[in-house]
């Protein structure tokens, strides 16, 4: 019966969409409407109003619709959707002040003598577009007036004409900053979570061990993410449609004639490209910039991106008026100042030591001022002029009201479509399909792009990902990430805008084409540009580092980047430096021994045997890599052999489960029948005779499995458990390598700290001799702290400290506490004298050793990896990798 809910809850849904019913009030009313017909047939039929749902009951599923709808709003860590309407508002305010105009015109002067050029023109304007404001409906319409008349004006054919500029107005959906991919983000980071239960589950059920290693989890994806994993799809999609355009211009010249320019290319023109150009690329680089060098979240930079449109708004709302531009150069000198001392001053006011500071501090709040001025004037602007930000506040409420209202009435969809078992139902329909991940992921795909002929993008991202998504990420064979995925799906979702009957670009295109150009002429153009947009999707499918390069290479170069000793980098990382080892090991082994020779004597004998552990290692290393080598390689020639008998053998095993969980719903069938007090007996001999059948198959499945399996997994696992071991003896031996030279410099390169504290330490003797004692012990605790911060200041602070103690109760003991302060003097002088003396004859050379091992050996111990390796360690991380064989 449950099969039977589903399809109503289907049927309901597809009829209400096909019918007109706005979609924010048809995704929930389906769900709603057929969990109370379920609820109602249990009720009346079997006494049971859950007896029809798969698991649990209605109320547990419309309580989990609702815990779903709580969790857009309430959740403290899922803040993607609030770029949202920072977006939005964004997109609509450029749109308003009439952006696309000045550059449809000014590029199509620049571009159009050459062949195609106009066309060309339209497409680079897209582009700039899709970075700024990104409102499809907007961009059409706007290259529609404009653009669409000129084509025609000088003979460019008309399919071409028509489908450069719903193309083009289509790029917004996929170039950052992007409300598809945002809405992507906020599905998969859900998805991720669930994939990443699914695949422990599966990990623990296949290996037997309770936790699964980190390196192995999925990867999640956030909104900068998806930003920065679509901007190389989308630039290879706009130059797939340039060189399209190009082509055709060359091969059929009279499809797309060259547009000599009138005018002349003067100075004038110069001032007008630039004007034109400059504004919209300075907001693209401020938005996505920010991202990209890790100085701003999504919402931050959604919030730049707002604010930049009001002060694009203002000047250009006031075009030719007095003062026009005054606002914008306000804000720019403020930025320019502020940046200026950013450079040459810690703007913080707990940091100020010197008068320099407290000018420069003063100087950037009057520069806050200047811009906070700047921005109310230019707000003020486009609040006078025909109310034009009352106009954008509300569109861009009305805009983002439906998306969270369709998101809401999708949770309800989703949790309604669990409830009747249709995940459960949709994982063992992929699941089973021959061919593995690749089968799946093309069904899908398939699935999405003919659902695009019908449904809106927003009703494909919230409805078919979170039943989807979760499958595909838990596949450890694939390995895929989330961003990689988001960006497939996003750049097939974008051709639901052009398919035929309800792609909207050419709806918007037909509402303003003349009547000389036909529905026809629309639906011939769009073609080629489908297929254009499926090229662009399968070059990001069979190239994924196009897509996760950008994503793990900002991940690896920002302020918050972890740090290489983390787990998910190791194998990436040791891939870039093992043969980094064999053509530097005389290097390396040189500058280990230039530090063995040095005159260690002066180092107290702690620190010497120490440094001495640590060269030790440190020569050992080239040991331990070539043992890597060995076992690495050894694994991997005994996996590429057995890879195929274990990927079998999983999928059978995997059979065999979902067989399993069938054969025990069988069974419960049976039960139930057999316990009625008319048992029917028709029914029941049914049922017994699918368990026969299941159990007859499962018997099958396990005669299937070959006989040398046990002892193929047994030495596979053992190879890899002498690879892990080899591996984690070079990362302990290259960690011991590093520590003692990294502690040794930073007491060398404390001296001057330590001697710094020479008067707090002799200070004690006065304070014990206080008749106070409690007073005196404040003091004393005083003067510690002065040596909490040093390096290596541990045993003068724990002498200071026995001191103070001595002080402590009713008989204070000031000899003691004298003899402890006698002994941290004692300690200090120790302490300084030695280091001052190694501090100018093994300062320099250990600095050099660190330089040279720093990057390769000493790695793991950095806060962060250098930039060159960072590219590296992107570069590996952006493959995707199986990871099969440890399940």
Not at 149 to 165: E, Q
Not at 183 to 209: H, V, W
Not at 622 to 636: I, R
Not at 692 to 698: F, G, P, T, V, Y
Request: hydrophobic content about 50%.
């Amino acid at each position: 019966m449950e099969l039977v809910f589903l399809t109503i809850l289907i049927l309901l849904m597809v009829v209400a969409l096909s019918s007109g019913f706005p979609v924010a009030f048809a995704l929930p009313g389906s769900a709603i409407a057929t969990i109370a017909l379920a609820a109602a047939s249990g009720y009346l039929f079997a006494d049971n109003p859950s007896a029809y749902f798969a698991q649990d009951g209605p109320t547990q599923w419309l309580t989990a619709g609702i815990t779903n709808f709580r969790s857009l709003y309430w959740e403290v860590e899922r803040d993607t959707l609030i770029a949202i309407p920072l977006f939005v508002f964004m997109g609509i305010m450029l749109e308003r002040s009439r952006i696309a105009e000045d550059l449809l015109v000014s590029m199509a002067q620049l571009f159009g003598p050459i062949p195609g050029g106009l066309g060309i023109s339209v497409v680079f304007v897209g582009a700039l577009l899709a970075a700024t404001t990104g409102i499809l409906g907007a961009t059409v319409i706007a290259m529609g007036l404009i653009s669409l008349p000129a084509m025609l004006r000088n003979n460019y054919s008309r399919p071409l004409a028509t489908g450069t500029i719903c193309a083009s107005g289509t790029l917004g959906q996929i170039i950052p900053p992007s409300i598809v991919l945002i809405i992507l983000a906020d599905q998969l980071a859900n998805a991720a979570d669930q994939a990443s239960t699914l695949r422990k589950a599966e990990f623990k059920e296949l290996t037997g061990e309770f936790s699964m290693p980190s390196e192995l989890d999925i990867t999640s994806a956030s909104a900068g993410d998806m930003f920065m994993g679509a901007l190389i799809p989308g630039m290879i999609l706009v130059g797939l449609y340039m060189l399209y355009i190009l082509a055709v211009a060359i091969l059929k010249p009279g499809t797309a004639p060259p547009v000599p320019y009138e005018g002349k290319y003067d100075r004038k023109f110069a001032i007008s490209v630039t004007l034109s150009l400059v504004p919209p690329l300075a907001l693209i680089f401020a938005v996505l910039g920010s991202i990209i060098l890790g100085i701003a979240t999504v919402n931050q930079a959604g919030a730049i991106g707002a604010v930049g449109a009001i002060v694009m708004g203002g000047y250009r709302l006031t075009e030719g008026k007095r003062n026009q531009y005054t606002p914008t150069m306000m804000i720019v000198a403020s930025i320019v100042v502020i940046l200026v001392l950013l450079q040459f001053f810690d703007l913080n006011i707990k940091n100020i030591t010197t008068r320099a500071d407290l000018i420069a501090i003063l100087v950037a709040v009057a520069a806050v001022l200047v811009f906070l001025v700047a921005l109310v004037w230019s707000t003020w602007r486009t609040w006078r002029i025909n109310n034009t930000l009352v106009s954008v506040m509300v569109d861009s409420a009305k805009t983002t009201s439906m998306v969270f209202i369709i998101l809401i009435g999708a949770a309800m969809l989703t949790s309604a479509f669990r409830a009747f078992g249709g995940e459960e139902l949709v994982k063992h329909f992929l699941t089973g399909l021959p061919g593995g991940f690749w089968t799946q992921f093309l069904v899908v795909m398939l699935v999405i792009f003919l659902l695009g002929f019908f449904l809106d993008f927003i009703e494909i991202a919230v409805v078919v990902v979170p039943i989807v998504a979760p499958i595909l990420l838990s596949d450890p064979g694939a390995n895929i990430t989330a961003v990689w995925l988001g960006v497939m799906i996003g750049l097939n979702i974008q051709t639901s805008f052009l398919t035929p009957p309800f792609g909207f670009a050419l709806f918007y295109l037909r509402g303003v084409a003349p009547p000389t150009v036909k529905t026809t002429h629309i639906y011939k153009g769009a073609v080629a540009f489908i297929g254009l947009q499926l090229l662009g999707l399968a070059i990001a499918g069979y190239f994924p580092s196009l897509v996760n390069y950008m994503p793990s290479r900002t991940y690896l170069t920002a302020e918050t980047a972890p740090p290489p000793v983390n787990p998910r980098l190791q194998q990436c990382i040791e891939e870039d430096l093992l043969p980094y080892y064999a053509d530097n090991r005389d290097d390396l082994l040189a500058a280990i021994d230039r530090v063995r020779k040095l005159d260690l004597a002066i180092l107290p004998e702690e620190h010497r045997e120490s440094l001495l552990g640590g060269l030790d290692a440190a020569a050992a290393t080239f040991d331990n890599v070539a043992e890597v080598e060995q076992t690495s390689a050894t694994l991997a020639a005994f996996a590429e052999d057995y890879r195929s008998l274990h990927q079998s053998v999983r999928r059978t095993q995997a059979q065999l489960r979902r067989l399993e969980g069938e054969l025990e719903a069988q069974r419960r069938a049976a039960d139930r029948l057999s316990r009625l007090e008319e048992v029917p007996e028709d029914r029941l001999a049914e049922v017994n005779a699918q368990i026969d059948a299941l159990e007859d198959e499962m018997a099958a499945l396990n005669a299937s499995i070959p006989a040398e399996w046990e002892a193929q997994h047994a030495e596979y696992k053992q190879l890899a458990t002498a690879d892990k071991i080899t591996r984690g003896k070079y990362r302990r031996g290259t960690d011991e390598a590093y520590e003692p030279v990294k502690n040794l410099r930073a007491l060398l390169v404390s001296v001057d700290a330590l001697k710094g504290a020479e008067a707090a330490v002799d200070d004690v003797a006065e304070i014990i001799a206080e008749p106070d004692a409690e007073l005196a012990m404040t003091k004393i605790e005083e003067k510690e702290s002065v040596l909490s911060d040093i390096e290596g200041a541990g045993a003068i602070k724990t002498a200071l400290s026995r001191a103070r103690r001595a002080l402590k109760g009713d008989a204070p003991d000031r000899a003691e506490a004298m003899a402890q302060q006698q002994e941290a003097v004692r300690l200090f002088a120790e302490e300084v004298r030695w280091r001052e003396a190694a501090a100018e004859s093994l300062l320099a050379p250990l600095n050099a050793y660190n330089n040279a091992i720093r990057d390769s050996i000493g790695l793991r111990s950095q806060s962060r990896l250098p930039q060159h390796r960072a590219k590296a360690v992107a570069s590996c991380l952006s493959h995707h990798r199986d990871i099969s064989l440890s399940f």
